[in-house]
């Protein structure tokens, strides 16, 4: 690797707002909130949403119709002028 070329990777916080989770991990992002998490201070990551409360990973996904779009095109203009 060239030196002085490549950004700061370093541990960070990860927070997710929506559920209020809290997990260490290592990234290139930085931010001017910290913590102290085990006797370190930590840069805080806030985000909106993450696995733990993404509607897919959770099981809250809903469908939005039962009909496709595809079925519903040729239900109201298919098979025109013949």
Known sequence: MKP???PDYHKVLFVDNATGNQWVSRS???SDQTKEVDGEELPVIRLEISAESHPFWTGQQRAMDTE???DRFNKRYGKRGK
Do not use: A, F, Y
Request: net charge neutral.
């Open 4 to 6: 002085d070329i490549h």
């Open 28 to 30: 290139t992002l930085s």
């Open 68 to 70: 496709g779009r595809v």
